[in-house]
């Protein structure tokens, strides 16, 4: 980087820094020193916020990239360790993929935390909004966006997350954009329902493959391909490489070690009320039906 760049870049880090220094911030329940920022509808800690703005700005996608997009422990590591087995599995099998010694985090990285990493990428992943991505980054550019989302009480850290004021948070109106999108532009879009995934992991795997362009041939399947790469990214596989011990295990309906029934009630009337004539409330109906039977 010449000295010219170098200025302009230490210019618009300040610049930055300036814009996060006048935003509304509230106390962060979870911590005794982050403040969170209110930032386009959303609130985030300083130092996120601060690689989201530069990512507004600077960040452009390969073409014909796909972009993993999810709201904080909703499946992201499941979503990236499927996604890059898939669309890697010509030059690494199964049994040879960087995934058993190296996290998902590592081989899909995120555009907004790594942006000279992920600058070359066509696979990479992020936690902002769809509201707020680059304009480069969104499904009308012509990239592709795989979402995932996951019953919020199986997310939550909760009285922050029912007042909306959680990392990334609100988490409604997370979801609702790139559900929103989803319908919208369908074939650049597609919104994966996590309880869905583990439940329905082979059919779910391959509508996977199909929208990353990566579809499995019948001899591929015949040859155990599809479950190769299910096993390879199994819950309990990435817990071997220790990638899961600060999220959230991967069992549906585990809010129940977490949330008491009438706190679990709450958060439910609370997403009836948010999604409400969007389409999403049969969706979330479901799910809550599946995790009390």
């Given at each position: 980087m ?8 230490t210019?618009?880090?300040?610049g930055i ?6 935003l509304?911030?509230?106390?962060d ?6 403040l ?5 509808g959303?609130w985030?800690?300083?130092f996120?916020?601060e690689h989201l703005?530069?990512?507004q700005?600077h960040?452009?996608p390969?073409?014909?990239s796909t ?12 979503l990236?360790?499927l996604?890059?087995a898939?669309?890697?599995?010509t030059?690494?099998?199964?049994s040879q993929?960087?995934?058993l010694?190296?996290?998902p ?8 935390l ?6 070359n ?9 769809y ?6 980054a969104?499904?009308?550019?012509g ?5 995932i989302?996951?019953?919020?009480k199986d ?12 990392v ?6 997370h ?5 929103r999108?989803?319908?919208?532009f ?5 919104f994966?329902?996590y309880?869905?995934?583990k439940?329905?992991t ?6 996977l493959?199909?929208?990353l362009g990566?579809g499995?041939?019948?001899e591929?399947?015949k040859?155990g391909?599809?479950?190769g790469i299910?096993d390879l990214c199994?819950i309990e ?8 011990k600060?999220?959230r295990k991967?069992e549906v309906g ?12 709450r958060?439910d009337?609370i997403?009836?009320d948010r999604?409400a004539?969007?389409g999403?409330g049969?969706?979330?109906s479901?799910?809550?039906?599946e995790t009390?039977?």
């Open positions: 010449s000295k010219t760049e170098q200025q302009k870049s210019a618009a880090d300040e820094k300036q814009l996060v220094s006048t509304p911030t509230k106390p329940c979870n911590s005794t020193t982050n969170l920022y209110q930032y386009q959303f985030y800690h300083q996120y916020l703005i530069a990512a700005t960040f452009t390969e073409p014909n972009i993993l997009c999810s709201y904080p422990k909703t499946g992201t590591t499941w990236k360790a996604s890059f898939i669309t890697t599995r030059h690494y099998p199964p993929s960087p995934l010694s190296r996290f985090h590592d081989c899909v990285p995120f555009f907004e790594a942006p000279s990493v992920a600058r990428k066509l696979l990479v992943a992020t936690h902002i909004p509201t707020s991505l680059p304009a480069a969104a499904a009308a550019s990239c592709k966006l795989a979402y989302c996951r019953d919020p997310v939550v850290a909760f009285e922050q997350f029912c007042e909306g004021n959680s990334a948070g609100p988490y409604w109106d979801v609702l954009g790139y559900w999108a989803s319908l919208e369908p074939e650049r879009v597609l994966v329902r309880e869905e995934l439940r329905e082979e059919r779910c795997v391959k509508a493959a199909d929208f990566c499995f041939s019948l591929e399947e040859q391909i599809v479950q299910i199994s596989s990435l817990k071997g490489l220790d990638v899961t600060n999220g991967g585990d809010w129940r070690n977490f949330l008491t029934e009438e706190m679990g009630a958060l009337k997403m009836a999604f004539g969007s999403l049969l969706w979330f479901a799910s809550n039906q009390t039977n």
